[in-house]
């Protein structure tokens, strides 16, 4: 029974995670739905950020694609 | 003895892997085309009483929509335009609102009136049925109550592929 004994404390900590799963259906998404849930509110702000942002940082790339601190962006 | 516990390791882990799978893999399986359509009753925003079989003998296009569902604010007024295309002697719009809050519908109608009725379903039990997928979502259902059309999601773009759709389907019963 001792040497079960980690296994037994993986499981209950699995099942203890399972209270937080649960399926949100189509229909239920109504708090996701609101803009300030949105990873980005503001996408226009959000892009235009992040361009000053890979412009000014030498050692950044851009948002996407590779390279960066060329100054040519 | 090694073996046995080894054994029963592996099985508790199973039952836990099981139970994890089980707790989330519970959507409703999406309606096949040429299934009928379930048969659901439910109150309307005006109070009256919805029933779907009420409707049996007329093409009918069924959506479900919500006040906070983005594309369900251009949907509606077009789905409004449609209805006036066609005798109301043989085509129905008819509409479920899966809003938890009654009250949020009928401000949403209020400020977009449209002509055809809703449906109020705060406990989502009829997309259940419906086996919906994405908000809005709706089904055309014929004269005989059975699916022949699911449409996921909305855009302006797509109203001349359900018009053609119903024209179809007006067309077929005759």
Partial sequence: MRALRPTLMVCLLLSLGLGGCSVVRPWEREALARSDMAWEPDPLEASLDSHIRFSKEASLSGGTAGGGGCGCN | ?174
């Fill in chain 2, 1 to 174: 003895m090694q073996r046995r516990i080894q054994k029963l390791r592996l099985a508790l882990v199973a039952l836990a892997l099981w139970l994890a799978s089980a707790s989330l893999a519970s959507t409703a399986p999406a309606i096949e085309l040429g299934q009928p359509a379930p048969a659901f009753s439910a109150p309307a925003v005006d109070g009256s009483q919805i029933s779907l079989t009420d409707y049996r003998g007329k093409v009918v296009f069924l959506d479900f929509w919500a006040s906070w569902c983005g594309p369900c604010a251009q949907s509606l007024p077009a789905l409004d335009g449609l209805r006036g295309e066609f005798p109301d002697s043989e085509f129905q719009v008819l509409a479920v609102n899966v809003d938890r809050k009654r009250e949020a519908a009928r401000t949403f109608l209020r400020r977009r009136p449209v002509g055809y009725p809703s449906a109020l379903d705060p406990s989502g039990e009829i997309p259940v049925r419906f086996g919906v997928q994405t908000m809005p979502t709706s089904f055309l259902i014929d004269r005989d109550g059975v699916v022949r059309h699911v449409h996921r999601g909305f855009r302006p773009s797509d109203v001349p592929e359900l018009r053609r759709k119903i024209q179809a389907l007006l067309a077929a019963g005759r």
